[in-house]
Structures are given as structure tokens and as C-alpha cells.
């Protein structure tokens, strides 16, 4: 598999554990995913070029979640 079907990969898994779980903290994200943390980076850079996710400042970091 090259990285781009990779990244594509752990995008879905993003896009699935969002749409499970909701909005979580974009450190969590990470966590959930089976993946390399600039893996899963680039998967959220993925997701958010397709303008699926809606990001939210709060005082303890950066959520995320589907638009």
C-alpha cells in the first residue's frame, strides 16, 4: 500500500470514529487511530481539505468534529 491509499485509509477510520463517537479533542483522535501520529495528522489534514470536519477552540485545546 503507498501512502496515499494509507493516509485515504486512516481518514475513513477518522471519519468513522467521529461519526461514532462525535466531537472529541484532536490529541484523542489520534490516540484512537491505529496509526502514526503524523499519520492520523494527515489524515485530519485530509478530512479537512474535503471540508468534512468543523474544528472548535476551547480552553482545553482543539476539537473536532463532522460537519
Known amino acids: 500500500m ?3 491509499e494509507e493516509i485515504g485509509n486512516v481518514a475513513g477510520e477518522i ?3 467521529l461519526k461514532e463517537r462525535g466531537e472529541l479533542s484532536i490529541s484523542g483522535v489520534v490516540s484512537e487511530i491505529k496509526a502514526s501520529q503524523s499519520t492520523a ?3 485530519l489534514g485530509w478530512l ?3 471540508d468534512k470536519l468543523e474544528f472548535v477552540k476551547k480552553s482545553r485545546g482543539v476539537f473536532v468534529r463532522l460537519k
Request: hydrophobic share 50%; charged share 25%; no cysteine.
Open 2 to 4: 503507498d501512502m496515499i
Open 48 to 50: 479537512a481539505k474535503e
Open 15 to 17: 471519519w468513522h470514529l
Open 41 to 43: 495528522y494527515m489524515g
